[in-house]
């Protein structure tokens, strides 16, 4: 039955599956750049769920899938484009887990994907924007847009008994995004903002910055930065100056080098970033602890899902044509249907394969939102002797 299924997908399987043999997913992510040390994980992730697909032999009669990674940098429109155009191009990829950060991703969904009617999902692209742009509904989402992430902080900082805070963007999309999202909800909620100003990335010396911040004044000064870039050299130029001692974390900044680089420095401070709890997340953990990385990085558990996502949505479409099996991907993210953890995609499988359904959950409790977004989850965390450590979920 699924023989002759194939057979007479026509088009849609010449431009699929073309043979069962193998497919290829992009991986488009930035390791270089901004947030170059939560790329690794990111793509240990999605290749995962790949693996885990592969070693089934389950998906299509026995397809096999691979990776193909390219570098996005994060912040450069012109190398992300670029890099995406070759996957599909070059490359021959049916679908791409990516982009990493939100202005690179809206240009290469508008100027590559679209025109190629190729799939991109995103684990961690989070600019509100990315909710009403033209998408051909080409482009999804595993990571909450920071409109809901604005609103989730102004409660984490109010909560924490602070009324006043003084914010700093990074100059670009995601920055200016969830800034301006986090000033509107924590003004609406009785807070104030004493200044809300952007900053490059990129510079040596951030202590112009820091003083116009400082003066305007503040309980807390809110970094909507990079963790791997300017966000952390604000920090570095506030702490030296003794501008301001306690820190708000949003998820650009929300990594390992935080502890690297500043260590029991900013304890006291917080932040959040997407992620959710429950079985799916420690099923997830363990088996990234079993591959041999760490799972508890940013938008790693996001990566795997983005992953998964696109080959349920082949298996239930039939076809690995980008076309055909885009309009399966909220099928299979959502009720009604039996409910799929990590590691249980063998049995997703079997149970497309025998005409039922699945409700993938996966590492991060996936439901997606029209047109195709994370409902969103987020993980409470502060800092404490120097460590990151996880105080709650929202």
């Excluded at 002759?4 to 599956?17: D, K, P, Y």
């Excluded at 903002?193 to 990335?201: E, L, P």
């Excluded at 130029?237 to 502890?259: H, I, K, N, Q």
Aim: glycine letters at 14%; proline letters at 3%; charged letters at 20%.
């Amino acid at each position: 039955m699924k023989k002759l299924l194939l057979a007479t997908a026509a088009g849609a399987l010449m431009a699929g599956a073309a043979g069962a043999e193998e497919i290829k997913l992009g991986v488009s992510l930035g390791f270089t750049g901004p947030l170059e040390s939560m790329a690794p994980a990111m793509q240990q992730g999605a290749e995962m769920a790949m693996k885990e697909v592969s070693d089934s032999g389950l998906l299509l009669d026995g397809t096999t899938v691979v990776s193909v990674t390219g570098d996005s940098t994060c912040i450069d429109a012109a190398a992300a484009t670029a890099t995406v155009e070759r996957l599909i191009a070059a490359e021959g990829v049916k679908g791409i887990m990516g982009g990493m950060c939100s202005g690179e991703t809206i240009a290469s969904l508008e100027n590559v994907a679209k025109a190629n009617g190729m799939v991109m999902i995103s684990p961690s692209a989070t600019s509100p924007a990315l909710t009403t742009i033209e998408d051909d509904g080409l482009f999804f989402r595993t990571a909450p847009s920071d409109a809901r992430q604005g609103d989730v902080m102004a409660d984490i900082v109010l909560g924490r008994d602070i009324k006043s805070v003084a914010v700093t963007y990074t100059n670009n999309d995601y920055g200016k995004g969830l800034a301006d999202s986090f000033a509107k909800a924590f003004e609406e909620k009785g807070g104030s903002v004493t200044v809300n100003s952007a900053h490059d990335d990129g510079k040596a010396d951030y202590s112009a910055e820091v003083a116009a911040l400082a003066a305007a004044g503040g309980d807390a000064l809110v970094v909507v930065g990079y963790v791997d870039q300017g966000g952390s050299g604000v920090v570095r130029a506030a702490l030296d100056t003794g501008a301001f001692e306690t820190f708000v974390f949003p998820d650009g900044m929300v990594g390992s080098a935080l502890e690297t680089n500043f260590g029991s420095e900013i304890d006291g401070s917080f932040g959040q970033n997407p992620a959710a709890d429950g079985p799916g997340r420690e099923t997830f953990l363990t088996m990234a602890e079993e591959a041999g990385f760490d799972g508890s990085g940013a938008f790693s558990g996001e990566a795997y899902d983005a992953a998964a996502l696109m080959l349920l949505a082949m298996a239930k479409s039939g076809s690995t044509d980008p076309a055909t099996y885009k309009g399966s991907v909220m099928d299979v993210a959502n009720a009604p249907g039996e409910e799929i953890l990590p590691g249980e995609l063998a049995k997703a499988l079997e149970i497309i394969n025998g005409g039922g359904d699945v409700d993938y959950v996966g590492a991060t409790a996936v439901e997606l939102i029209e047109p195709g977004e994370s409902s969103g989850t987020f993980r409470e965390v502060e800092f404490k002797d120097g460590k990151m450590e996880v105080v709650g979920y929202r």
